[in-house]
């Protein structure tokens, strides 16, 4: 609009024309972002599912204690599901407290580290700039917290449900 209002012929091209591949890939960097931290995330919880597993195979003889004390099948899946919750929650609120503090703080610690091995990492001769940019989005921050913990619940229900399928007589050794 402003090329129109001028008196001189003017040749203007917009920075999405002659920039717009860059754009384009920091766009599909931050999707990839998505993707990785829900696979870190998966990982994770995976973690849960195998340490819920084994606690399920550690306490056999407890889980089959409790069902004889009159125990139900829900309230056994609720422990379960409650303790892999609790752990999730945990991890989720750690993690999200420690990334915002590496994101405001990106700066500051790779001039730390800069200044301990004595080499610079971002060189504002190669680069256009001679420091890491961070910016923290509190939206982004609250999703991937809250998809973290929603992932670490669901991991809870297969364990949780092998709990409350054991057998009492089986497992306290009554035969026939």
Known sequence: ??????????????WITSQGYLYQ?????????????????????????????MAVNEKRGDIAILKTMGASSWSLRFIFIVQGAFNGLVGSLIGAVAGSYIALNLTAMIKSLEAVIGHKVISGDIYF????????NV?????????????????TLYPAWRASTIQPAQELGYTH
């Open 139 to 155: 939206q982004q921050v609250f999703v991937v917290t809250s998809l973290a913990f929603v992932m670490s619940v669901l991991a």
């Open 1 to 14: 609009e402003v090329g129109y209002e001028l008196s001189e012929y003017m040749y203007i091209k917009s």
């Open 129 to 136: 700039i001679d420091f890491l940019p961070s910016q923290l």
């Open 25 to 53: 890939d920091i766009q599909m960097v931050k999707s990839l972002m998505y993707v990785i931290l829900l696979l870190v995330v998966a990982v994770a919880c995976f973690n849960i599912v195998s340490t819920l597993v």
